[in-house]
């Protein structure tokens, strides 16, 4: 490599700091100390030393400087003094990206699935078939009020600021069941966001039944906090007989296509057939998406942890905080599917006195507990803690928004990941009308019911379905990528807690048990869609020569009648009978 000379003369001492004339190479870079033999004699005045621009105090200052210039001193009581407790509010208004709120189409759409999921989710609780309407209307430029209501069992006046102003509070957390909210975060940054980004509270109004009183609020946060602040509090007049309509606005941006509001909702309807869905865009254009049945789905149940899912660190909580006065009953009291004699082996395997007092056992006993629990055979949990779509109810939603030759879905039995039941369903929709059969086929993921839009390559539902391998069922597929063809594929996983990989709940985890349930669903579809493809060619190709041989008949009558003599209504006697005989023996 080359080096480029060092010039004999420099125009600047970087050591001594000279001035802007020259100073040899051969010069040393640092003095040596005064000694008896070069000190100067008395009365003789020292050798000027050479000074930069500013003098000798300019030169120290810049070897300060290139060492580094001295801190303040910080003590341990001057460090303590500026630590204080972070509000869960504060973290994620600096980081809201983390729930979804990174770009302002983001914002708009995840604010929209925020509050429909929460309107879903109390109408479902409350035994009532949703009827929601959502509207978007435009305010100024790249700032939208969106408006969420629904026929819902309403919210209880005390509970209304709480919900919508203070993160982490809901009522979904600690239980362990399929809902689509989880951390109680949603709509409370939903809101949190629209106050940041336009200074304007949340409005909330809602009543509980037809003879209550209708509220209103208007709620912020106090993000320093994470408490609601109320800036109005009163009682409306209001026609619904119970329900909830929820007011946010935000700086955003509307647009269309995938990823967008309007494909969200028409999603939303595929995975909800029992949701009748209104919509009113920014243009003021008008979609209804009616509900294809009126059967609420299964009401899934909370049920407790399952033993298989329990570290180390739980288990040790868990023990601290039961009320349970045996090992023995503790085991069969905190968990599912540990009755007695179960409980026996576990305690037994674990070397441990079934007597013995939870909250006196400590980390090395909760360790050997955990080897017991992991050596027993436990039964799966229970899955009626699950409330899957249903094959025959996910293609009916399918029908309702795609248009297509040929349709099949499938649900496939519970299974179970770290001790959390899931269960995996999937459907297809070949031939789409208006999709181009050189591209590649749309994908819709679902997880509880809820359309996932973004992070689509990071998702185990992308994983499996690439891997499926759909050239065994007559499609084409490059290395790496969806299968090519108009086909739409949706896929959706049900569990009492999905395993999404991070808070805006975008992408699933892919655990192994995970990838192979969602992987054996695209194959039974799969299968189906083959046969279908296959029957399609055989019919094309039967199609073919029969029209290759029909061609031929006129010529084989005309021949017919030169060599007997026929008539030309005898030859047309002949074609038709020759015609009508190529039908019916034409095989598929």
């Given at each position: 490599m080359a080096t480029r000379k060092r010039s004999e003369t420099s125009t600047f001492d970087l050591f001594a700091g000279g001035e802007t004339g020259t100073a040899t190479a051969a010069a040393p870079a640092v003095l040596p100390p005064a000694t008896a033999q070069n000190a100067p004699a008395a009365g003789v005045p020292a050798a000027p030393t050479r000074r930069g621009k500013g003098g000798a105090r300019g030169g120290s200052e810049r070897g300060a400087g290139a060492a580094g210039q001295?801190?303040?001193?910080?003590?341990?009581?001057?460090?303590?003094?500026?630590?204080?407790?972070?509000?869960?509010?504060?973290?994620?208004?600096?980081?809201?990206?983390?729930?979804?709120?990174?770009?302002?189409?983001?914002?708009?759409?995840?604010?929209?699935?925020?509050?429909?999921?929460?309107?879903?989710?109390?109408?479902?609780?409350?035994?009532?078939?949703?009827?929601?309407?959502?509207?978007?209307?435009?305010?100024?430029?790249?700032?939208?009020?969106?408006?969420?209501?629904?026929?819902?069992?309403?919210?209880?006046?005390?509970?209304?600021?709480?919900?919508?102003?203070?993160?982490?509070?809901?009522?979904?957390?600690?239980?362990?069941?399929?809902?689509?909210?989880?951390?109680?975060?949603?709509?409370?940054?939903?809101?949190?966001?629209?106050?940041?980004?336009?200074?304007?509270?949340?409005?909330?109004?809602?009543?509980?039944?037809?003879?209550?009183?209708?509220?209103?609020?208007?709620?912020?946060?106090?993000?320093?906090?994470?408490?609601?602040?109320?800036?109005?509090?009163?009682?409306?007049?209001?026609?619904?007989?119970?329900?909830?309509?929820?007011e946010i606005e935000l700086a955003a941006v509307h647009k269309r296509g995938r990823r967008s509001v309007d494909d969200y909702l028409a999603l939303t309807a595929v995975a909800n057939p029992h949701l009748e869905l209104s919509y009113r865009d920014p243009g003021g254009e008008e979609f209804h998406y009616p509900r294809v049945t009126e059967a609420l789905p299964h009401e899934a149940q909370a049920i407790k942890p399952h033993p298989y899912g329990v570290e180390l660190g739980i288990l040790m909580s868990m023990l601290e905080a039961t009320k349970s006065r045996s090992l023995h009953g503790f085991l069969q009291e905190e968990f599912s599917r540990v009755g007695a004699k179960v409980a026996d082996e576990i305690v037994e395997r674990a070397m441990l006195r079934p007597q013995a007092k939870p909250g006196s056992l400590g980390r090395d006993q909760a360790e050997q507990l955990l080897h017991g629990i992991a050596g027993t055979k436990i039964m799966a949990p229970p899955t009626n803690c699950l409330s899957p779509i249903g094959a025959v109810e996910l293609e009916a939603g399918l029908r309702k928004v795609v248009a297509a030759e040929f349709f099949t879905a499938?649900?496939?039995?519970?299974?179970?990941?770290?001790?959390?039941?899931f269960l995996v369903e999937a459907a297809l929709a070949w031939g789409v009308a208006g999709m181009p059969a050189d591209e590649l086929a749309v994908l819709n993921r679902y997880a509880n019911?809820?359309?996932?839009?973004?992070?689509?390559?990071?998702?185990?539902?992308?994983?499996?379905?690439?891997?499926?391998?759909?050239?065994?069922?007559?499609?084409?597929?490059?290395?790496?990528?969806?299968?090519?063809?108009?086909?739409?594929?949706?896929?959706?996983?049900?569990?009492?807690?999905?395993?999404?990989?991070?808070?805006?709940?975008?992408?699933?985890?892919?655990?192994?048990?995970?990838?192979?349930?969602?992987?054996?669903?695209?194959?039974?579809?799969?299968?189906?869609?083959?046969?279908?493809?296959?029957?399609?060619?055989?019919?094309?190709?039967?199609?073919?020569?029969s029209d290759y041989i029909k061609s031929y008949i006129p010529h084989i009558g005309e021949a017919l009648r030169e060599i007997l003599g026929l008539s030309e209504a005898r030859e047309r006697l002949v074609v038709e009978r020759l015609s009508d005989t190529l039908e019916r023996s034409r095989k598929v």
């Open positions: 001295r801190r303040a001193s910080g003590s341990a009581e001057e460090q303590a003094k500026k630590q204080r407790e972070i509000s869960i509010s504060e973290f994620f208004t600096k980081n809201r990206h983390l729930l979804g709120f990174d770009n302002p189409s983001k914002a708009l759409l995840t604010t929209i699935k925020e509050a429909v999921d929460n309107s879903l989710d109390a109408c479902e609780e409350a035994g009532i078939l949703p009827a929601i309407r959502v509207e978007v209307v435009p305010v100024a430029e790249e700032r939208f009020r969106i408006a969420v209501e629904d026929n819902g069992p309403g919210i209880v006046r005390a509970q209304i600021p709480r919900i919508f102003g203070k993160l982490l509070y809901g009522s979904k957390f600690h239980t362990l069941k399929q809902s689509r909210g989880q951390q109680g975060i949603g709509i409370s940054a939903a809101g949190m966001y629209g106050q940041l980004t336009t200074g304007k509270p949340v409005r909330i109004t809602s009543r509980t039944a037809p003879k209550a009183a209708a509220h209103r609020f208007e709620v912020r946060i106090n993000t320093q906090k994470n408490e609601p602040i109320i800036t109005l509090d009163e009682v409306v007049d209001w026609e619904s007989p119970h329900g909830t309509r929820v499938v649900s496939r039995r519970p299974a179970v990941y770290r001790g959390n039941p019911r809820v359309p996932l839009q973004y992070q689509q390559g990071a998702c185990a539902i992308t994983k499996s379905v690439i891997a499926a391998g759909w050239k065994n069922y007559g499609l084409a597929q490059a290395k790496g990528a969806l299968p090519t063809g108009p086909l739409a594929i949706s896929v959706h996983i049900a569990s009492a807690w999905v395993p999404f990989t991070s808070e805006s709940k975008e992408a699933v985890a892919s655990y192994p048990e995970i990838l192979r349930e969602i992987r054996l669903a695209l194959q039974d579809c799969g299968r189906q869609l083959g046969q279908h493809i296959r029957r399609g060619k055989r019919l094309a190709e039967a199609r073919q020569k």
